[in-house]
């Protein structure tokens, strides 16, 4: 005879966040980390529902961060999403797969919060990821088009 569900645990099972929203609650986590004065992104990789790496985006290893000496985009007033060059900053998306396994990354989803620009997605392309699950928070949609262009899913996420 099989034990009967309780209601506790239909409903326990019915708030539980989809293999999406898991993934991008903990990029909302990985982005605390963020040092850039702007915008506290975050980025995970996944394959196989197993963390290949995370990254946040702040100063390439050993320079002074953005909230320690200020933004030079800011002092220029420069619009998010143009002049790449001009941001000390690495993004949180290029972290990522810096640290990451390539052989892990081939065929694995990239979560991150904000949509990658067209550096990152060249990088994203390169790296052999398949999927991308983002949130639409940034003005400039050239990346989008190239991970489309090269074939990578593109899903945006709709936050709670």
């Known amino acids: 005879m099989k034990p009967k569900k309780s209601r506790k645990h239909a409903h326990r099972k019915n708030n539980r966040p989809s293999w999406d929203e ?49 933004c030079l985009r800011d002092e220029l007033k420069i619009p998010s999403g143009t002049m790449h060059e001009v ?24 979560y991150v919060n904000a949509k990658p620009c067209k550096i990152c997605a060249k990088m994203i392309v390169n790296a052999g990821v398949k999927r991308v699950v983002y949130l639409e928070i940034y003005p400039d949609n050239e990346g989008i088009k190239i991970l489309r262009e090269a074939g990578i899913e593109t899903a945006p996420h709709k936050s709670k």
């Open 22 to 70: 898991y993934w991008m609650n903990i990029v909302e986590q990985v982005g605390k980390r963020s040092t850039c004065m702007r915008r506290n992104i975050g980025a995970v990789i996944v394959k196989d529902n197993i963390i290949v790496s995370t990254g946040f985006n702040g100063s390439p290893r050993g320079l002074p961060h953005c909230i320690e000496i200020g």
């Open 87 to 110: 941001c000390r900053g690495v993004h949180a998306e290029q972290n990522a797969i810096i640290r990451g396994d390539p052989l892990r990354m081939d065929g694995a989803t990239l």
